[in-house]
C-alpha cells in the first residue's frame, strides 16, 4: 500500500531512532493525542517501531497526528502501511 486511505482501517508501523521516538511520545503525551501508540524495538539494529492502528473514518485526528510525526521527522522515519 503507498499511501493512506481514508476509508479502511489500518497499521502505520513508523521506524525512527530512539531519540526521535522519545521526542514523538512526549509530544503524543503532551498533546493527548486521540490514538494508540505502540513502541517495540525493531528487526534493523538502532531502531524501534512506533505502530499505530488507525480507523480514519471513525477518528481521523490519530492520523493528523501520524502526519505530523513523519514531517517533523523529515527523512529520518520509515514508514510502513498495511491494511487490518
Known amino acids: 500500500m503507498n499511501g493512506v486511505?481514508?476509508?479502511?482501517?489500518?497499521r502505520i508501523t513508523l521506524g525512527m531512532k530512539a531519540a526521535d521516538c522519545r521526542f514523538i511520545m512526549n509530544e503524543w503525551l503532551h498533546r493527548d493525542a486521540p490514538c494508540t501508540l505502540t513502541v517495540r524495538r525493531a528487526k534493523t539494529k538502532g531502531l524501534l517501531c512506533v505502530v499505530a492502528?488507525?480507523?480514519?473514518?471513525?477518528?481521523?485526528?490519530?492520523?493528523?497526528?501520524?502526519?505530523?510525526c513523519v514531517q517533523h521527522l523529515n527523512s529520518r522515519?520509515?514508514?510502513?502501511?498495511?491494511?487490518?
Open 5 to 10: 486511505s481514508y476509508d479502511v482501517a489500518q
Open 53 to 68: 492502528d488507525i480507523t480514519p473514518n471513525e477518528n481521523p485526528d490519530g492520523l493528523y497526528f501520524l502526519s505530523w
Open 77 to 84: 522515519v520509515k514508514v510502513d502501511i498495511k491494511r487490518l
